[in-house]
């Protein structure tokens, strides 16, 4: 069944695993359960790893939502009279957007500023956070394609960081990263500037120590508007989201042993920053875009919608060719949806987390976590079709040119006694590939160990050609897709971006412990 590399990692990562988390055992001294007894305030979520389950992704969720918060981002626009739809929102909702300082048409200034902050996430619950301007989630920030982006960025944190922006082909001097910027140092300012190519959801994080930084509320999103929007009578956008707290404490980080394995799994499901079930409204025929975002450290959320009807009509890349409908979405960290809702009946609609926990009899079972509520009253309105642009993404046609592997493993070794390997090196100086510019690649993503890696390209995109399956149902262009234990999965990538540019797992415990190179694609 496995080959022997697998197998031997198989024995290292599971004996510990089973020592450390031996059916739940040793978890209960952990802070995750002392959490459980906060039942009934939180959707507590922890990261108890099942015995022979390899993903080691079994949640508890006992905890029911407390539906009492609401957390209404009001800007319905729904004050209209009954039979009358809002008219067409073009504001995004479930984030303030930062402040375009720039009168100019085609230039967005905004200025952000990373500094620890006291945040309520609900009531009688106040934590120490990293954010940006305050804020958490951090601000939106919105431009249409070609806008020039200024962001001047200070760093008041208390240790070095950066801002990535996640997704976006942009030149990789502005990207973000230790490997093409010093980081700002604390007290310390730089500007970031480029011009923004492509419409989609996208979003930003540090990527220094981003494993903490992130997990302490260092993220926000990015919307990139195009020529040809469709137009819905409101977007909304949803960064679902866990962190693992012991009281209102982050326990420390990469002490765990399932942490070190599966990345930090959270102990409470966050959506928008908050705790709480998000209690929002509509009408019967209005017709919405959510655009959803994972910026946990290692979850993969597993989402379904239930009460209205929904497609799927945008990804990492943007608006799809062909949009699609499906029972549940799979998003994991750092990847994007944008999904279509259409509020056909008069309902209470629901934006679901289907998580895995163990019922009473300690058998594992998926439970429905509602994330958001939309209250949508009646107006006996059929919601019309909406005209979708003609969307053309050539990429999608190129064949590949070139064929490479990258193989994603673990050993023993470094200050954590684990490391994390692609194509057997830990955090290496040298590029594992050198490409030239305008190269169609296809590469096989072999995960040669358990646990699941959300493999992430920057300044790229690609397609996924295979996942074990004859036909992939994943598709649209790419920044970052999942591959699964023990699994290969292919991609062609369009490399049009030259520059240096990362290649990392985005469980963000992985990347720390070495699961992070880059490319190069030469000019
Ligand atoms: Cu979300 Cu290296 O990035
Ligand atoms: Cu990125
Ligand atoms: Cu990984």
Wanted: hydrophobic content about 35%; proline content about 7%.
């Amino acid at each position: 069944m496995h080959n022997m590399n697998a197998k031997s990692l198989f024995l290292i990562v599971c004996s510990t695993l089973l020592f450390a988390c031996g059916g739940g055992q040793e978890d209960h001294n952990d802070p995750v359960v002392l959490l459980e007894q906060d039942a009934g305030v939180q959707t507590d979520a922890s990261s108890t790893d099942s015995s022979g389950d390899d993903n080691g992704t079994a949640p508890d969720a006992d905890g029911q939502r407390d539906t009492g918060g609401t957390s209404d981002g009001g800007g319905d626009g729904d004050t209209s009279g009954a039979g009358q739809l809002p008219p067409p929102a073009q504001q995004v909702w479930g984030a303030a957007p930062a402040e375009d300082k720039d009168p100019a048409e085609d230039v967005v200034e905004v200025d952000l500023e990373a500094v620890e902050k006291k945040v309520t996430i609900s009531e009688g619950r106040t934590l120490d956070m990293y954010t940006y301007n305050g804020e958490f989630p951090g601000p939106l920030i919105e431009a249409d394609v070609g806008d020039k982006v200024v962001v001047n960025f200070t760093n008041k944190l208390p240790e070095p960081t950066t801002i990535h922006w996640h997704g976006l082909r942009i030149p990789d001097e502005m990207d973000g990263t230790p490997r093409v910027q010093a980081p700002v140092k604390p007290g310390e300012s730089f500007k970031y500037e480029f011009t923004v190519p492509e419409a989609g959801s996208f979003w930003y994080h540090p990527h220094v120590r981003s494993n903490e930084q992130v997990e302490k509320g260092l993220y926000g999103l990015f919307v990139i508007r195009g020529e040809n929007e469709p137009t819905y009578d409101q977007e909304r956008y949803f960064t679902i989201d866990d962190i693992l707290l012991d009281g209102d404490q982050f326990p420390p980080f990469l002490r765990r042993h399932p942490e070190l394995m599966h990345g930090r799994y959270g102990n409470i499901l966050l959506t928008n920053g908050s705790p709480d079930l998000l209690k929002l409204a509509a009408k019967q025929g209005q017709v919405e875009r959510w655009r959803l975002v994972n910026p946990a450290n290692a979850r993969t959320m597993k989402l379904a919608i239930e009460g209205a009807e929904w497609r799927v009509i945008g990804t990492d890349g943007g608006l799809l060719e062909k949009p699609f409908t499906t029972e549940t979405l799979e998003l994991p960290v750092g990847q994007r949806y944008d999904v279509e809702i259409r509020y056909t009946e008069a309902t209470a609609v629901k934006l679901n987390s289907l998580v895995r926990t163990r019922d009473n009899n300690g058998n594992i079972v998926e439970k429905a976590i509602p994330l958001a509520e939309v209250d949508v009253e009646q107006t006996g309105i059929q919601p019309r079709q909406v005209e979708l642009p003609t969307v053309d993404i050539p990429e999608l046609d190129r064949k590949p040119t070139r064929t490479e592997k990258i193989t994603m493993n673990a050993r023993r070794g470094g200050d954590h006694g684990i490391q994390w390997t692609l194509n057997g090196k830990a955090n290496p100086e040298e590029p594992l590939f050198n490409f030239k510019n305008g190269e169609t690649v296809k590469i096989a993503l072999y995960n040669a160990a358990g646990p699941e890696h959300p493999f992430h390209l920057h300044g790229q995109f690609f397609k996924v050609v295979f996942d074990g399956r004859e036909i992939t149902d994943r598709p649209g262009l790419r920044d970052t897709v999942l591959v699964p234990g023990r699994t290969t999965i292919e991609i062609i990538a369009y490399l049009d971006n030259p520059g240096q540019w990362m290649a990392h797992c985005h469980i963000l415990e992985h990347a720390e412990l070495g699961m992070m190179s880059e490319i190069v694609i030469g000019e």
